[in-house]
Structures are given as C-alpha cells and as structure tokens.
C-alpha cells in the first residue's frame, strides 16, 4: 500500500505565493520521479511540473516556467512546489503524483496520487 499526501493549498492574492508540499509513504517501490498536476473545475486535470530522480531534471508546462519551481528529496520521497507570481488561473485543485516514467507529462504514467489540495487565486 502506498499513501500519497499532499499539503500547503489555501486562498491567496493575484501576485501571491504557496508552497506545496507532498510525501509518499508506505511500501517501498521503484520511482522515476515526481510530478504535480491540476485540475480546474470544468477542465481536464493538465501537467504542471516534474522531476526525474535520476539526474534531478525538472520539466514545466510552460504557463508556469519562471514562475513555479519543484523541487524534492528521493530518500525521503518527498516533492514540492513553489508557486510565486500566482494569478487568478492558477486556481485548481493541485495533485502529486509517483512513479511515473519518461512521458512524465501524462498523468496515465503515474501510478499513485494523492487526494489534492485546493489553491484558490483571487484578483
């Protein structure tokens, strides 16, 4: 059983920052990385960021490049996201994910998920 949990989520302004933290937990299994999707209401839940353990690569979507930054820990599991310059369509749910593989864009090479946080962006 493998648990994966995210935290961080909350209202902010337009030109705010979150950081988002997430760990997976439980039984020990093989990960490509981590990555952090969204989903906003009415909308298809869309790649945000990733990082690939082997050689620490990070990849972005590009409405966040400069913006979002993920960062994580292999031993520990863990990834984060650091979202500056928040604007109002930042508004989602947001989703950590594990394991993955080299299409680490498609949410369909992930097998564990967490149940998402809420990050709201007022203007």
């Known amino acids: 059983q493998v648990q994966v949990a995210e935290s961080g989520g909350g209202l902010v302004q337009a030109g705010g920052s979150l950081r988002l933290s997430c760990v997976a937990s439980?039984?020990?299994?093989?990960?490509?990385?981590m990555a952090w999707f969204r989903q906003a209401p009415g909308k298809e839940r869309g790649f945000v960021a990733a990082?690939?353990?082997?050689?620490?690569?990070?990849y972005y979507v590009d409405s966040v490049k400069g913006r979002f930054t993920i960062s994580g820990d292999k031993v520990k599991r863990s990834v984060y996201l650091q979202m500056n310059s928040l604007k109002p369509e930042d508004t989602a749910v947001y989703y950590c994910?594990?394991?993955?593989?080299?299409?680490?864009?498609?949410?369909?090479?992930?097998?564990?998920w967490g149940q998402g946080t809420q990050v709201t962006v007022s203007s």
């Open positions: 994910a594990t394991q993955g593989g080299s299409d680490y864009w498609r949410a369909s090479s992930y097998n564990f």
């Open positions: 990082i690939v353990w082997n050689g620490g690569s990070t």
């Open positions: 439980g039984r020990t299994f093989s990960s490509y990385g």
